[in-house]
């Protein structure tokens, strides 16, 4: 294996990588009931003991 294909190998390996990471972040985001937890993670700094 040359160089050339390892640079090649590991940028497709990255950007492979990347779209997953970006498509799981996106699903945590907009699954059904994030909304809620999130709204509700947005008032704990409000909240007075």
């Given at each position: 294996m040359e160089y050339q294909?390892?640079?090649?190998?590991?940028?497709?390996?990255?950007?492979?990588?990347?779209?997953?990471l970006f498509g799981a972040v996106l699903y945590w985001v907009l699954k059904p009931g994030a909304k809620e937890r999130f709204e509700a993670d947005a008032q704990i700094p409000?909240?007075?003991d």
């Open positions: 294909d390892v640079v090649q190998f590991s940028g497709v390996f990255g950007l492979l990588l990347f779209i997953a409000l909240k007075e």
